[in-house]
């Protein structure tokens, strides 16, 4: 028994160091934990390139090799458009890595893309909800808490997609084109699960979305202040498809999103969110690009998002990249 107890107690000691040791690593990024994304969304020739500089941060949007970020790369030819997205990541992981990216590339533009479907969200996972499992609810609260863990399971995931899930293998809802509950990302219809609310929440900052907001905000302000300051700042807005219209709003409904308002009638100067972005930016000099009454606009045979998947098509993508490109040339 004594011997055991003493391999328990040893054990416990052990992983709680390597944790500890992961942890601080991470948040000072004593090496580049990110170094993939960068090389794999950039050529030698753009890092290393003469031009003026625009360096874009954002999540699996910003990521996609056929981004806005593209559209940016084939009408700006004068600047080296550098894409320093990574995939699953949000303010927190930003505000640590992206830093070394603007020392390393001094930007004359910086552009920060934000998501309404989960940028707050990922501030504060409602690990409390009944609707998902124990395992789930500790998960998300050690990772709200210890930010080293998300990404050994980011980097996880990219071997487990490569043969089942959201990102791979024989489940691929980006391939589905008929809309279908069954077909659905699963990661989406997991955090309507937590958080039926979710939309409502974020776009009217209303139970604890106001909290991870000032959050936002914090975290957003520090890396800002990091940039040259000459450097000129944009914050484009990506917004979720059920604010389009009462047709993907009655299609998120059925994913097990909930809401008393329908949020999909109002303007973006009308919500909330909106609003305190607007206050931000305006504080900060940064300018805000907004295409959500561009995309209400369009005909939605268009299909500016997936019908399975929450991401944008290519037509949403260069939407949204020509609304830049014009801010940049006319600014």
């Given at each position: 028994m004594k011997r055991v107890y003493n391999f328990i107690i040893i054990f416990i000691v052990t992983v709680s160091l390597f944790s500890i040791i992961i942890e601080l690593a991470y948040r000072y990024q004593w090496m580049d934990f990110y170094r993939p994304e960068?090389?794999?969304?950039?050529?030698?020739?753009?890092?290393?390139?003469?031009?003026?500089?625009?360096?874009?941060?954002?999540?699996?949007?910003?990521?996609?090799?056929?981004?806005?970020?593209?559209?940016?790369r084939d009408s700006l030819e004068d600047y080296s458009v550098i894409n320093g997205a990574v995939p699953g990541t949000g303010i927190l992981q930003h505000h640590i890595f992206i830093g070394d990216r603007i020392q390393q590339y001094s930007p004359d533009i910086f552009i920060y893309q934000f998501y309404i479907g989960n940028d707050l969200f990922d501030i504060t996972h409602p690990a409390k909800s009944e609707n998902?499992?124990?395992?789930?609810?500790?998960?998300?609260?050690?990772?709200?808490?210890?930010?080293?863990?998300?990404?050994?399971?980011?980097?996880?995931?990219?071997?487990?997609?490569?043969?089942?899930?959201?990102?791979?293998?024989?489940?691929?809802p980006?391939?589905?084109?008929?809309?279908?509950?069954?077909?659905?990302?699963?990661?989406?219809?997991?955090?309507?699960?937590?958080d039926p609310n979710l939309i409502e929440n974020t776009l009217f900052l209303k139970n604890g979305r106001e909290k991870d907001f000032a959050i936002f905000e914090n975290k957003f302000s520090e890396i800002t202040s990091r940039l040259p300051k000459e450097t000129k700042k944009y914050l484009i807005i990506?917004?979720?498809?059920?604010?389009?219209?009462?047709?993907?709003?009655?299609?998120?409904?059925?994913?097990?999103?909930?809401?008393?308002?329908?949020?999909?009638?109002?303007?973006?100067?009308?919500?909330?969110?909106?609003?305190?972005?607007?206050?931000?930016?305006?504080?900060?000099?940064?300018?805000?690009?907004?295409?959500?009454?561009?995309?209400?606009?369009?005909?939605?045979?268009?299909?500016?998002?997936?019908?399975?998947?929450?991401?944008?098509?290519?037509r949403g993508q260069q939407i949204i990249g020509g609304l830049i490109e014009k801010k940049i040339r006319f600014k």
């Open positions: 960068i090389n794999g969304l950039n050529t030698k020739e753009i890092l290393n390139s003469g031009k003026r500089k625009i360096l874009v941060c954002g999540d699996s949007f910003a990521a996609d090799p056929y981004s806005f970020v593209k559209s940016l998902i499992s124990n395992m789930r609810s500790f998960y998300w609260w050690l990772s709200d808490h210890m930010l080293s863990l998300a990404f050994l399971n980011y980097r996880f995931a990219g071997i487990r997609y490569q043969f089942y899930d959201d990102g791979g293998g024989s489940y691929k980006k391939e589905k084109d008929v809309f279908s509950v069954g077909n659905y990302s699963k990661r989406e219809k997991l955090n309507y699960l937590a990506i917004p979720h498809q059920s604010q389009l219209s009462e047709v993907y709003f009655n299609r998120h409904t059925q994913l097990g999103s909930l809401s008393s308002i329908p949020y999909y009638q109002y303007h973006s100067g009308t919500l909330p969110l909106y609003i305190r972005l607007r206050e931000f930016c305006g504080l900060h000099q940064i300018t805000i690009i907004d295409p959500l009454e561009e995309f209400k606009k369009i005909d939605p045979e268009e299909e500016l998002y997936y019908n399975n998947d929450p991401h944008l098509k290519s």
